[in-house]
């Protein structure tokens, strides 16, 4: 009994820890940021339409399915990889004190590298990932090089990057590689699983007819690479040395860390990463690349900058922001697209964004209403004690 009672003490001890954390703080600051946008996204659905608002409302929310139907899973688990490999990227330069605002570009790039070698080459789907993740590596490096050799800034030469990114691959589709766009529709690229199936993601023998068309291995790949991610950068030397350089790279030159080449390997990784959500989106068949629409980056990218910051940072944390966001964005088009445009989505993530923003502000504030609740709460014993002395001293 004894043990029994000290094993729950000692529990309660380490539980009330854990959920007066800072880590804790931040959760809770998610999850208000998303209750806050999704209540605004509620209000202007009323305020469009009062009788559907409610019914599409939870429609969106549940990703489009309805009571315990599984036809519309497959999709949100086939966006919900991109964008997790995405925020993932995007966390770990910006770690390691790197804004990666390239990563439209390094996307471009790894869809290229997936699509070519799965369309052009006909080679087996992990070697359409590796190429992908080659090709969005050494996008990557070239922001790194021009900052570490030039002293560029990353966020000019990562934007200007994504255009030239977009441009290459446009012109290279439609000039030198003809072959694998089909002009008939629209200068799509053709469908990998018609053209070479070994290139195709594996659906492990799911029923498609159930389960959703564009249902594969894809998340189950995103979802270790964001575990592998936070185990490198929180748990590992190297990640330590890589975080020690974005933090102070000057402190960490006398340390004899070498800045310079982690800058690199950070953006090579980033890049990659990056690079990896591409060939998840393309060769999982989610939808073809258009080669006619030059002049639009690729949102699945921008959406991964949303992702890192709703997660705080956080890799695992990007594992439910994701999840989160892809349903919302699937849900948004099973709405009523005459009341409400499936941009109600994006309105709502933009709001959570913004108040994602403020979560920095209201973290600071934590600790000072904490210690002035404290101060509050020991001081009322002794106003007590002195009322109680100065009550026996006028007896």
């Known amino acids: 009994m004894d043990k029994f009672q000290s094993f729950m003490k000692s529990f309660s001890v380490k539980s009330k820890k854990t959920l007066t954390s800072d880590a804790a703080h931040k959760v809770y600051s998610s999850l208000a940021c998303v209750a806050v946008g999704l209540i605004i996204g509620l209000i202007i659905m009323i305020c469009l339409s009062p009788k559907d608002a409610f019914y599409d409302f939870g429609m969106m929310i549940t990703g489009g399915m309805k009571y315990y139907e599984l036809a519309g899973f497959g999709n949100i688990l086939a966006t919900m990889a991109p964008l997790l490999c995405c925020g993932v990227g995007i966390i770990f330069a910006y770690k390691t004190g790197i804004f990666n605002i390239g990563a439209a570009g390094q996307y471009v790039l790894g869809s290229f590298g997936a699509i070519v070698f799965a369309l052009q080459f006909k080679q087996h789907w992990t070697v359409c990932i590796l190429m992908a993740m080659l090709f969005g590596a050494l996008w990557a490096t070239i922001p790194a090089l021009l900052k570490v050799f030039c002293n560029v800034n990353e966020v000019i030469s990562g934007i200007m990057l994504n255009w030239i990114g977009l441009f290459f691959v446009n012109f290279s589709y439609q000039t030198y590689l003809s072959g694998i766009v089909d002009p008939a529709d629209s200068f799509k690229t053709k469908i990998i699983a018609s053209v070479s199936p070994s290139s195709a993601l594996p659906n492990f023998g799911a029923n498609t007819e159930v389960i959703g068309k564009t249902f594969s291995c894809a998340f189950l790949i995103a979802i270790i690479v964001a575990v592998v991610a936070f185990i490198l950068m929180e748990k590992t030397t190297f990640g330590y040395q890589l975080k020690a350089s974005g933090y102070n790279r000057h402190a960490t030159k006398y340390a004899g860390i070498n800045a310079k080449k982690n800058a690199i390997i950070t953006m090579a990784i980033s890049g990659a990463v990056i690079g990896l959500g591409a060939a998840l989106y393309y060769l999982a068949g989610v939808e073809e690349w258009s080669s006619q629409v030059s002049t639009v980056l690729p949102q699945?990218?921008?959406?991964?900058?949303?992702?890192?910051?709703?997660?705080?940072?956080?890799?695992?944390?990007?594992?439910?922001?994701?999840?989160?966001?892809?349903?919302?964005?699937?849900?948004?088009?099973?709405?009523?697209?005459?009341?409400?445009?499936?941009?109600?989505?994006?309105?709502?993530?933009?709001?959570?964004?913004?108040?994602?923003?403020?979560?920095?502000?209201?973290?600071?504030?934590?600790?000072?209403?904490?210690?002035?609740?404290?101060?509050?709460?020991?001081?009322?014993?002794?106003?007590?004690?002195?009322?109680?002395?100065?009550?026996?001293?006028?007896?």
Not at 319 to 335: D, E
Request: glycine share 10%; no cysteine; aromatic share 10%.
């Open 300 to 395: 699945v990218p921008w959406n991964g900058i949303i992702i890192a910051f709703i997660a705080q940072l956080n890799p695992i944390g990007a594992i439910f922001a994701s999840g989160f966001l892809s349903v919302i964005s699937v849900g948004s088009t099973a709405t009523s697209q005459s009341v409400f445009p499936k941009e109600i989505s994006d309105l709502i993530t933009a709001v959570i964004v913004y108040l994602s923003g403020l979560t920095a502000i209201t973290l600071r504030f934590i600790p000072w209403i904490k210690s002035k609740f404290k101060k509050k709460k020991e001081g009322e014993p002794k106003e007590m004690a002195l009322s109680v002395k100065g009550s026996k001293g006028g007896e």
